[in-house]
């Protein structure tokens, strides 16, 4: 899923007092009664979900009474309108920028936790000219399709001169940069084997460092599953949290997981991959508050970047889009 093209890329939530332990652990007082779900991913399985895969083939889940099919996506299957449909119990999606769209059109859908503390994407350059957003102007931009509101949201925060700056779609091909075609491509810095492509001398400006603040590899179910499955969610993350900490600390290992239940990858990549992403899992908040915290302020102001950009079918706010009651009820999320 390294490339942009490869995905569909497109509350303030209530703080809630932390719920008091069950008389058995989750997992004891559900082993006789699992629950059976299904967890659709945003694309095909590969090393960047390398954190639920492990917890999977190490009985993780199992061991909290959750019984997990992760079921890969694709080119032509949306996570968000499986979930919301019912078909899926839980969803991964790239950007929660599909999840904001996807409230603000009626869906029934709301993040509970977030793989990634910061979103990947990032503007490319071989340019040494070019050093901030303000340098894109006179510049030629290729993107994919589905990152156009991303260019727009830079053009109009840095204030830029839209008829300078001369944005064209080339896909999620890097030979346009490396031939001069274009100054700038866009894509996931953690995609490794599209950084080896462009070669060393690359620059990367991350769309969050840019001021425009995106979740990545976030969770998501629908309002029904919350109120009626909290628990279940509960200890779902609790396991993925193990999974996602186990495979940080053992990457090799970890891909190597990854691989039984993939098709097609190389190792090396594969693992190239998953070590330039795992210093995506941590943050500030996370030394405080744990693996897949989410603030709401992050929220509320990637909200009103898509609604200045007339994106927004309804108005949302982060209480509609995302809740932290279930990460507030799982202990033992590593803090890093």
Do not use: C
């Not at 200045?308 to 108005?315: E, I, N, Q, S, V």
């Amino acid at each position: 899923m390294g490339a942009l093209s490869r995905r569909a890329f497109l509350g303030r939530a209530s703080v809630v007092t932390l719920a008091l332990s069950r008389p058995l652990s989750p997992w004891t007082a559900q082993a006789a009664k699992p629950e059976n779900i299904n967890m659709r991913l945003g694309w095909l399985a590969n090393a960047q979900y390398a954190g639920d895969f492990v917890a999977l083939e190490k009985g993780w889940f199992k061991e909290r009474g959750v019984e997990l099919k992760i079921e890969p996506g694709g080119p032509s299957i949306d996570p968000i309108s499986l979930t919301a449909g019912g078909s899926s119990t839980v969803g991964n999606v790239a950007s929660i920028a599909a999840l904001i769209l996807a409230r603000s059109n009626g869906l029934p859908v709301k993040a509970f936790g977030t793989a990634l503390q910061r979103h990947p994407f990032a503007f490319i350059t071989l340019d040494k000219s070019i050093n901030s957003p303000k340098d894109f102007v006179g510049k030629k931009i290729g993107i994919q399709a589905t990152a156009r509101p991303l260019i727009n949201a830079v053009i109009a925060k840095y204030q830029l001169p839209r008829d300078q700056v001369q944005v064209q779609v080339i896909g999620s091909d890097t030979l346009p940069l490396k031939t001069g075609q274009v100054d700038i491509i866009t894509g996931w810095v953690i995609d490794a084997p599209q950084m080896a492509a462009v070669g060393p001398d690359a620059r990367a400006f991350l769309l969050w460092d840019m001021g425009i603040r995106l979740y990545a590899f976030t969770y998501f179910t629908t309002d029904e599953v919350l109120k009626t499955r909290g628990d279940m969610l509960q200890d779902f993350l609790g396991a993925s949290a193990k999974g996602w900490e186990w495979a940080a600390d053992h990457p090799e290992e970890a891909v190597d997981i990854v691989l039984k239940y993939a098709r097609d990858l190389k190792r090396d990549l594969e693992i190239a991959t998953w070590k330039r992403e795992t210093p995506f899992l941590w943050s500030d908040k996370t030394k405080t508050n744990g693996w897949a915290w989410m603030e709401p302020q992050v929220w509320d102001e990637a909200i009103k970047i898509y609604a200045d950009l007339g994106l927004l079918k309804a108005p949302v706010t982060s209480k509609d889009t995302m809740t932290q009651d279930v990460l507030q009820r799982v202990d033992g999320r590593p803090k890093r």
